[in-house]
């Protein structure tokens, strides 16, 4: 059976967004400031900013990402001074993360940088109905569920 040119067309759509993606998120942003910060921490970073007094279990959780990559994550947040580490008297288990000003200072950069990029997304939105919208949203959700399903390598 011959694939769907449609398929192709749009499997190639989404590999070219996937690609571009990967390509501006190796690109380092300075948000800013004089700290320069590559895309990956600063999700971790957001994340962060949006779930104060967080444990790495606890971001795991929430991102689907391995303890020793945020593991990692985190120390090079801690090194650049962007993050403080802390432990709650009469608890020695647990390690909490929180910003620092520096941090904010980084959070609330990359906060206006999305707020730029979003009003075009925002633009190009106005010109589909709901149900396109939540047509997109839906596509969007089940095909990641999709592609999720193939980290097995099968």
């Given at each position: 059976m011959a694939?769907?040119?449609?398929?192709?067309?749009?499997n190639?759509?989404?590999?070219k967004?996937?690609n571009t993606y990967?390509t501006i998120?190796?690109i380092?942003?300075?948000?800013g400031?004089?700290?320069?910060?590559?895309?990956?921490?600063?999700?971790m970073?957001?994340?962060?900013g949006r779930?104060s007094?967080?444990?790495?279990v606890?971001?795991?959780?929430?991102?689907?990402?391995?303890?020793?990559?945020i593991s990692k994550t985190?120390?090079?947040?801690?090194?650049?001074k962007?993050?403080?580490?802390?432990?709650?008297?009469?608890?020695?288990k647990?390690v909490y993360?929180?910003?620092?000003k520096?941090?904010c200072?980084?959070?609330?950069?990359?906060?206006r940088?999305h707020?730029?990029?979003n009003a075009?997304?925002?633009?190009?939105l106005?010109k589909v109905?709901?149900?396109?919208?939540?047509f997109?949203m839906?596509?969007?959700?089940?095909?990641?569920?999709?592609i999720?399903g193939y980290?097995?390598?099968?």
């Amino acid at each position: 059976m011959a694939m769907d040119p449609y398929i192709i067309n749009l499997n190639e759509a989404l590999t070219k967004l996937i690609n571009t993606y990967n390509t501006i998120s190796k690109i380092p942003r300075s948000y800013g400031t004089n700290i320069e910060i590559y895309s990956s921490d600063m999700h971790m970073l957001e994340m962060l900013g949006r779930h104060s007094d967080v444990r790495i279990v606890e971001i795991a959780d929430m991102t689907g990402l391995t303890k020793g990559t945020i593991s990692k994550t985190i120390k090079r947040l801690f090194n650049k001074k962007l993050i403080v580490r802390y432990q709650v008297e009469g608890n020695k288990k647990d390690v909490y993360n929180n910003l620092t000003k520096l941090g904010c200072e980084v959070f609330n950069g990359h906060d206006r940088y999305h707020e730029e990029r979003n009003a075009v997304v925002h633009d190009l939105l106005k010109k589909v109905t709901d149900e396109q919208r939540e047509f997109l949203m839906n596509f969007l959700e089940s095909y990641t569920t999709i592609i999720d399903g193939y980290k097995d390598g099968k």
